[in-house]
């Protein structure tokens, strides 16, 4: 065997070692679906805690969050979140004892009322009567709340037949896209959002009209008396 041909098998007989012995120090390929991943409901909020946000107490940090009341409040809004989830299920134990007109009369007979516009719907301002608590306001406004947008998993109680136990406020509620009650300072807001920017002034002339009906002042005007519309 030449010179020539004993260095060629050496060579190819290197390679091949070398080869073998990367291949023993790679670990194999794993694809894609065989890799671990993390949960999907740990890098997303849970649909049902967003869901709440529309209903009573949670709403309190949705409704600081639409009216542009800034990061801070928000904050807030949201610490306060367990104690009004659970403020309105205490009152939601005696739902079915009020009718419609008499939440909506304990609510004006404990409060101010006025209108104010906001973007994409009107908001229904309660401020404590003279010598009334705000925890009594509060507690009133959970009450309606809780009627409107029960908490997930419980039912929507259907609404009276008689018009003398119905409320113009809970049409609001059925006219509205979203709803929800924010607290403020010494104010109670009842948020209402129109399902589509068509519906606007019809959803803030219906909380006017609630308002008016049941003899309360204060609606926001703007210039000449007139009800702003934005």
């Known amino acids: 065997m030449t010179k020539t041909m004993q260095l060629t ?3 190819a007989a290197a390679l091949m070692t070398l080869g073998v012995g990367c291949g023993r120090g ?3 390929a794993q694809s894609a679906q065989q890799r671990p991943t993390p949960a999907f409901e740990a890098a997303v909020p849970a649909e049902q805690g ?3 946000q529309y209903g009573q107490g949670q ?7 639409q009216a542009g009341q800034g990061q801070g409040q928000a904050g807030q809004g949201q610490a306060g979140q367990g104690q009004a989830q659970g403020q309105a299920g205490q ?3 005696g739902m079915g004892m009020m009718s419609e007109q008499e939440m909506c009369s304990s609510f004006v007979q404990h409060s101010n009322l006025r ?3 906001i973007e994409g719907g009107v908001a229904i301002i309660a401020t404590p009567k003279s010598g009334v608590d705000l925890s009594t306001l509060r507690g009133d406004a959970l009450h309606i709340a809780y009627t409107m947008s029960p908490p997930a998993g419980e039912q929507r109680a259907a609404r009276p037949t008689s018009a003398s136990e119905r409320c113009a406020l ?5 006219t509205a896209g979203r709803s929800g009650v924010m607290e403020q300072a010494n104010e109670i807001r009842i948020i209402l959002l129109a399902q589509d920017t068509t519906g606007v002034p019809a959803l803030r002339n219906q909380a006017r009209g609630f308002v008016r009906q049941w003899g309360q002042e204060g609606v926001q005007s703007g210039q000449g ?5 934005r």
């Open 225 to 229: 008396g007139q009800p702003q519309n």
């Open 26 to 28: 790679e670990k194999p």
């Open 115 to 117: 209108v104010e516009d």
């Open 9 to 11: 098998m050496l060579g």
């Open 91 to 93: 009152w939601g134990q």
């Open 170 to 174: 809970f049409d609001l509620g059925q």
């Open 50 to 52: 967003q869901a709440g």
């Open 59 to 65: 709403a309190g940090q949705w409704g600081q969050g």
